[in-house]
């Protein structure tokens, strides 16, 4: 069990930008994946009057919905409420988002769909995003770090050429195998999007972005090195000219890719966030601090005891000590999970004692 460190109490932006930068802090920063949303009886009041989308698109519901889990669990961290497909429907492809789950109309199949697709501005098109974000500052303040996000390259990729967020990734994989010659300019297309859809929300006020790669885990190391790795620099890399760069954290969270995890080390992120198949403690020793973790309880734990729930948070803190960690759920929380155990997963990971020096085995990579 690491010695608890004595440290001033940190604002919540600072207790952010220290656990990134492997410096000490009061306790790990905790927020958790799709924060805002079905578990939440406050979301389901707000989403009985409003569709989906109409939720994204109007700033002052989105901003309302994306503070929720803030007052109510108190984690350390805002996201912005959206949705990653809203980058597709900017580049022409159409979005319904059905109960039944999102769909983008004219999928992308060939290189005349490639060429066809549109640039976009996102202050003009995509501008609710950023008044969303920009509400959310204004209401919580500058000491509370907001997050907007994006899809990684790869999976928006995905879900542009299948139609629909749903099911397999086949015909994605067979374009990528049969037609790499239309895939890598897809791809280009879609990092140059994402990184001027990005600036405008770090313009906004949001001072973390996180990229979602959640069908990296589907690639071969090779495939995601050739393919997915050099987008995913290109957005990373476009970010180092935002007004903020010095201060804006960058997370990548790529689902099931505990084989690419030294790549993912090298995309230019400060953060890698892993799942729950990956343990912290094995992957602190293979990248050592290149960059900080996130994560990565298995979200179905909160579906359980809040007795698993406080064990499991202060295990996964445990792996790291604390240190250049930020304590977040291996993927989004379920719809199902009780508000109290949400809130206890959060006091636990503020409870957790933090080490005052690196564990063995968690010197700086060579």
Known sequence: MPLSLKVPALTRKERFLRAVRFEPVDHVPVWIMRQAGRYLPEYQAVRAKHKFLQICKTPEVAAEVSLQPYRILGVDAIIVFSDILIVAEAMGLPLDVPDSGPVLSNPVRDAAAVAQLR???????????????????KEAGPDVPVIGFAAAPWTLACYMIEGR????????????????????????RIARATAEYLKMQVAAGASVIQLFDTWAGELSPSE??????PAT??????LRGAPTAA???????AKGSTQHLESLAKSGADVVSVDWKLDLGDARRKIGRQVALQGNVDPTILLGSEADVRRAAAEAVAKTGGLGHILNLGHGILPGTPVANARAFVEAGHEAPVAEQPEPGAADSQ
């Open 119 to 137: 640039d976009f501005d996102p202050g003009r098109e995509t501008k609710f995003v950023g008044d969303a974000i920009s509400a959310i500052c």
């Open 165 to 188: 967020t749903r099911g397999d990734i086949s015909c994605a994989k067979q374009m990528l195998h049969e037609q790499p010659q239309v895939v890598r300019p897809l791809l280009d």
């Open 224 to 229: 995601y090195h050739a393919f997915e790795l």
């Open 233 to 238: 620099q290109q957005i990373f890399e476009a």
């Open 247 to 253: 201060s804006l954290t960058k997370i990548l969270f």
